[in-house]
């Protein structure tokens, strides 16, 4: 059983917060859906949670204890999928999970067998000694994916994971990540797509402009805001303005001379 | 080429542009400093003999100037191969733009022209500024001092601009025959060959200009092939010190340099339409392949030398590095090249030399310093491409698994450099000295040797603090300048001084104790400045973003 606590994360790179009073807390077998649309702050609070970025206020808690007070250990439980799949282009896919696994201490066989069938099954098989700089950008994902899952942590946080997959890998990993949680894992999961969020996650909450606009489980957040669907309370919460207006406005000023 | 700062953005595969410039300085310096040693020796000589003309006694040296401006031009234009026509990225950039490709191929020409004249100034610039002092020095006359300046600057420039439009011109033909894909894959052999080329080249140093001044004698000579043949004649031919036949090959000189740099430019309009065009839809990597060799030597090292997770991830991170990183590479082979240059000069060197009766039974100092003089280098080049980044944006793996306060680096820093020189070592000394000495000093020369090159790693590895190729290159600072100039004083000291400290000490094997105190005194010097490093100076760094992307980034939200 584990648990990670934020408590009043705040960040800010200029005298505007990025995130501001985000607090939350996620345990073993939850899905925690992180939902916000550009510039709202959820890779921002990702950064925070792994410890690459130093909050400017508050405090990540795992396990009751502050992250900074054991880095290595606590790194050791976590999976990550930042959210741009920066990797070392001229490593193979294969050479590059190699270099990711021995990084985290994994003994060789057992390495040698979940790269084997995590790449069979993200069908990067056939590509795996190839280099890294000529895979497309959803065969680099499921590369940063296979990264994550492979040390089987117990807390798993993604940032979009989902972009660039093609339709078969990202059904595979919304129902992964779901999967992931019935099995006792602790999720955070970010994304600005609803429908995905909708799906797979346990709880959600709601980012707009580096601040929490609302939080609960998904059933929870449908009733508050009194909408038949997620989407609805989204637009509900997050909207202050109409998109068809928008894209009319939009149309018009290409047409100006 | 036209993208310039991006590509370092991008994979950091462009080194900054100051330590490049010193890096292609340092032949000049090098040489400069040799060539001092050199002529107050042969002044002490010639000080009684009056018709001693400088004009020709200096013809080796300029024969030697003048290949150095050709090889090291011709590195430089190897070195920036892939960037010197437009590459896929500038594809994907500039195609969608609604500007004539002429206009690019026009800016492309322009910034190649900007590149060799750079190149060429800055090769040989500690060159034109010593060498005519040093040979004039002895003549007050004005007009003679520049007509020897003038005919080494014109002899020296043409030969930059001559080789670098040769292998333009390779480049070019190359890109326009073979197929893209077939194209990528023989530019790194093409690549090589043409590196044995210019090493071959410099080598002539050492032989051809005794034999230029006979050249009329043989009609059908091999020499006359030699481009540094043309050079060297056409500076004697402005000299006033040319036969009818070094006058000829002074023009070939000319029309060989004219004839290359048209051509060069002609095939790069021809091949820049093809490149263009095709370079899109290619696919710019080559698949690696599993390596059982690989793996098999992998395996044992981890074992023997690399014990934590870190240091094996890291090694196998760094060899790769070094093996597919272009720019790191080419560091790295940069220095091994000049190392081999110079133990080869002094090999040749000691090989020429009339032996003395005494001399015969102990190795000349020459001869000691040839495994001294590549291990210098060898660990400088690996020390100095450490610092060359690669892909610095994918640094994040190693933030997130290594621990920040891991002080593991300059330890493993010296594991990596050591793995890569014990090998190179034991084989060319073992080969060089079995043979023909006794076992006592190849076994007494090899310890020094390795004891040396030791405490030389401990210097060049006390204060890194950073796992290989993860940072950004360190900016150019004026210190950087007492930088180089102490390694040039270091490699005097490393090679010269322990090879001829050496050479005495063989006369009498006991002597060799001495070096017990000296070693060991600067090994308790390292220790104590080891110790006088503070936490902070030891903590790991990264640094994941490129300097200039933090800026623009604050820059867009501070609105
Ligand atoms: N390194 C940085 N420097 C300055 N501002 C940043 C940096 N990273 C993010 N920001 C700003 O913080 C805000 C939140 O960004 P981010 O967390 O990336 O949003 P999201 O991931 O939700 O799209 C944005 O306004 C962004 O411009
Ligand atoms: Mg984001």
Redesign the pocket.
Known sequence: MVSLVARNLM?C??S?P??EDVSFSLRSGEVLGCL????????????MLIGL?DPTRGEVLFGGKNIRMNLVAYRKLVGYVP?EANLYPFLSGLEYLELVGTLRGMDEPTLRKRIDSMLELFSLHPHRHSAVGSYSKGMRQRILLIAALLDDPELLIF??PLSGLDVTSALIVKNLIKLLGERGKAVFY?S?VLEVVEKVCSHVMI?RK?RVLAQGSADDLRQAAGQSSLEHAFVHLVEDRDATQTARDLADAMATA | MIHGGETADEDGLDLGMGLLFGLLALPGVFSSLFLADKYGSLFQVLRGDLDFDPYSASLPDEYFFIALSMVVTAAVAIWKWDSLLPDRRDYINLAPLPIASSSFLGANIFALLLLVGATAVDVNIASIGLFPLVVCGSHSSLTYFAIFLGAHLVGVTLASVFSFSAVMTILCVLMSVLPFRLFRKCSMYVRCILIAVILAILATSATVPGEIQGIAEHTRSWLKLLPTVWFTSLDQWMLGRANPTTAMLGNRALIATGLTFVFAICTCVFSYRRCFTSSGEANAMLPARENAIGNWIYRMVHRLVFQTPFERAAFRFTTKALVRGESQALVLGWFVGLGIVISSQSLVGSLTQPISSMGQRIPSAEILSVPLTLSYFLILGLRCSFEVPIALRANWLFRLTVSPDSRECAAFARKVIAVFLLPVLLLCGLSLYASSWGWKFTVVHLTIVTVVSVLFIEIVSIQFRKIPFTCSMPRFKSNSIVVIFIYVVGFFIFSTATSTAEHWAFQDLRRVLIFLPVLGAIWLGIKYWQKSLTYLDTRVIFDE?PPTV?ET??L??SR
């Open positions: 960040k790179y200029t505007v990025a995130v916000g649309p550009n510039g709202s702050g959820k890779s921002t609070t990702v950064r970025s959210e940032d979009e970010c600005h980012l580096g | 973003l933090v980034l604050n867009s939200t």
